[in-house]
């Protein structure tokens, strides 16, 4: 009983836990990305969202940066606190203009990456990443 109240955080297996979880992430918002990836090269005319004023395609550029080429950098573990700010922000546009008008229920997953980035934002990588490989050599 006392195990199951225990605040304490197991390193190792919170390290175990981090890996899952940043490597769960990182592949679900690739479901995202690869399509988009392959629409762009494609060749088929892009419509898509343009809120902050740079062009349908480089709007679209940069959440196929986001969502495919940074998702990979989180799923390796290489750069990842870097690496989450454009997804971060790729969801943040999503909730706040993509989903504007729309019920909380469609917001809810942009708003659950959001969650999710922010949370690997302030822990990083963990110590099975190459982070914690590249963080070795530098010492």
């Known amino acids: 009983m006392k195990k199951i109240f225990n605040t304490d955080f197991p390193q190792d297996a919170g390290h175990v836990a981090l890996l899952l979880f940043r490597v769960f992430a ?23 969202l343009d809120p902050y004023g740079l062009g349908v395609t480089t709007s679209f ?3 196929v940066f986001a969502e495919f080429f ?5 799923m390796l573990g290489l750069g990842t606190r870097l690496a ?14 993509a989903h504007a008008n729309d019920p909380f ?14 949370l690997l934002l302030f822990l990083g990588s963990g110590r099975y990443s190459v982070d914690r490989i590249l963080e070795k050599r530098v010492r």
């Not at 940074?70 to 989180?74: D, F, T």
């Not at 229920?105 to 922010?118: A, D, N, Q, R, T």
């Open 26 to 48: 990182a592949v679900l918002i690739l479901t995202h990305g690869l399509p988009k990836l392959q629409k762009l090269f494609s060749g088929e005319e892009i419509q898509f």
């Open 61 to 63: 550029v940069l959440v």
């Open 70 to 74: 940074c998702a990979i950098l989180v």
């Open 84 to 97: 989450v700010i454009p997804l971060m922000i790729a969801m943040a546009t999503a909730v706040i203009f």
């Open 105 to 118: 229920g469609v917001k809810e997953k942009p708003l659950l990456f959001l969650l999710i980035f922010g």
